[in-house]
């Protein structure tokens, strides 16, 4: 991936964080507008594919975003991308009430961040594991 494309998703991450934070709805869809189109240009980025499932505000279709990074994580064995994508459809399923899955997920995103540098991942991962395995 290129610098310059990784630097155009982090400013939209960023342009999406503060739009949010101060409830600028209008701003906030141009953004995520600019996020998919960069995505659409650049099928095979797994940051900008990430970042548009992470600011879905549609959990479904945010899950299926997901689902295509992980898809695309596996198939090229980026483990960063398989632990995070898995570590965040674990939280969007237990959001949904689907432990079943959200603790398939979290299996996924435990098993393959071993060895990660990544620590706060690694303690986010076991601790939403924990939570799971004590509902």
Request: proline share 1%; aromatic share 8%.
């Amino acid at each position: 991936m290129s610098d310059k494309l990784l630097k155009q998703v982090e400013s939209l991450a960023k342009t999406l964080m503060a739009c949010a934070e101060r409830d600028d709805e209008k701003s906030f869809h141009k953004a995520y507008e600019e996020l998919k189109t960069l995505c659409d240009l650049h099928p095979d980025s797994l940051v900008a594919w990430e970042a548009l499932a992470d600011f879905t505000e549609d959990f479904e279709l945010a899950i299926s975003l997901y689902e295509g990074v992980l898809e695309k994580a596996e198939a090229t064995e980026s483990r960063d991308y398989v632990s995070s994508v898995s570590y965040s459809l674990a939280q969007l399923f237990f959001e949904l009430g689907k432990k079943d899955n959200a603790l398939r997920c979290i299996d996924k995103a435990k098993g393959s961040s071993k060895g990660s540098p990544d620590k706060q991942l690694i303690g986010d991962i076991a601790q939403l594991e924990a939570v799971l395995l004590s509902k």
